[in-house]
């Protein structure tokens, strides 16, 4: 298993959220063209790939997913996707 973690603090600390916003579609697409080319030069399957994100995070993944499929016509294996909650768990 590999996992990558995307560091997107300067895309994320934008003057304002709506720009923020904004970059999640950037980063997103930078990720589907990270997957084709793992999939294009070391052979990884599309289907074995698991994308998680939180809060904008997740829209980033989306467009990750909507990037691969733009670009070879294959769906990822998974997309996983939270939101903030107000709940404490103790």
């Known amino acids: 298993m590999n996992v990558i973690l995307v560091d997107w603090q300067n895309g ?3 003057p304002n959220y709506y720009q ?3 970059n999640t579609r950037t ?3 930078m990720i589907g063209r990270l997957l084709e080319d793992f999939n294009a ?3 990884m399957s599309f289907q074995n790939v698991h994308l998680a994100g939180h809060s904008l995070g997740s829209h980033i993944m989306g467009y990750a997913g909507k990037e691969v499929f733009r670009l070879t016509g294959h769906k990822l294996g998974r997309i996983t996707g ?3 909650s107000d ?3 103790h």
């Open 12 to 14: 994320a600390t934008a």
């Open 20 to 22: 923020a916003v904004a």
């Open 27 to 29: 980063v997103g697409a």
């Open 41 to 43: 030069y070391a052979g």
């Open 82 to 84: 939270t939101q903030r």
């Open 87 to 89: 709940r404490v768990i």
